[in-house]
């Protein structure tokens, strides 16, 4: 489906879905004095129509929404082309942030949060989406080619699904072979953040894994270092995964990877 036309308003524009009234206008009123240009609606067709109509450089989206609920809204949104997404959830369970995730939010805030924070975090997440890279300056390693200022990344020539966090994370990788990078230097340097939480890196390094690795339980060139963080092997040498790393990165659930 062909995007809808971009506006070309000075201000980057961001559409907020919640069904919550007090929410969407305190929300709403922090970010036009962020300056942001701002399209509110209550409801997931209206979120539709409304990028439709106007397309929107981030939506802030609320997971529960009557009829439609948030993660249908995102699928239908990543039909249309790439925008970036904050989930909005009442919900801190991890399996909530992780199906967000999956689906291709860049970032989530639980309820109740603090405005202000919501209002940085959009202009973080609209700032690594518009950084100006150089053109024609292409990535390659182990089977993969990124191409920065078009966003596209190929492995082995078939084209990567990647949301645009995964593309940004694997860019850092592949910018940075053979270091080990913990999930402070992560969060910092790929959000954007001194402080967050760092599951959300864990999550995502677990997702984009298992689209860049033959097997994704035994990861070869995002892999694992024990105790500290991750590293890039532009080669997928084998040697370089421990039978301790392999381990770890097959638990079920989040308190598995509490280490990386």
């Known amino acids: 489906m062909q995007q809808p036309e971009q ?8 559409l907020v879905v919640d069904d919550d009234p007090t929410v969407a206008e305190v929300v709403t009123g922090y970010l036009e004095r962020g300056g942001f240009a701002v399209d509110r609606v209550a409801d997931g067709p209206s979120a539709l129509a409304a990028a439709g109509a106007r397309w929107p450089d981030l939506v802030v989206l609320d997971l529960m929404l009557p009829g439609m609920d948030g993660l249908e809204v995102c699928r239908e949104l990543r039909k249309r082309g790439p925008v970036p997404v904050i989930m909005l959830t009442a919900r801190s369970d991890a399996e909530d942030r992780i199906l967000g995730l999956e689906i291709g939010a860049d970032d989530y805030v639980t309820k109740p949060f603090s405005p202000r924070e919501l209002v940085l975090r959009v202009g973080a997440v609209l700032r690594r989406h ?9 990535l390659r390693a182990g089977g993969l080619e990124l ?13 990567l699904p990647l949301t645009l966090r995964e593309f940004d994370l694997l860019s850092y990788f592949m910018q940075h072979p053979g270091e080990v990078c913990d999930r402070e230097r992560l969060m910092r340097d790929v959000w954007g953040w001194d402080f967050g939480d760092l599951s959300t890196v864990t999550v995502h390094v ?14 070869l060139l995002i892999q694992t270092v ?8 532009a080669a997928g040498r084998p040697e370089g995964v421990r039978s301790d790393d392999v381990t770890a990165e097959r638990g079920p659930d989040l308190s598995t990877e509490t280490e990386g």
């Open 130 to 138: 518009t950084e100006v890279r150089r053109p024609g300056t292409l």
């Open 226 to 233: 024990w105790g500290v963080g991750y590293r890039f092997d």
């Open 206 to 219: 677990r997702r984009l894994r298992g689209k860049v690795e033959e097997d994704p339980a035994r990861p």
């Open 7 to 14: 506006p070309t308003g000075t201000a980057p524009r961001v």
């Open 147 to 159: 191409d920065p200022a078009g966003r596209r990344a190929t492995k082995d020539g078939r084209q």
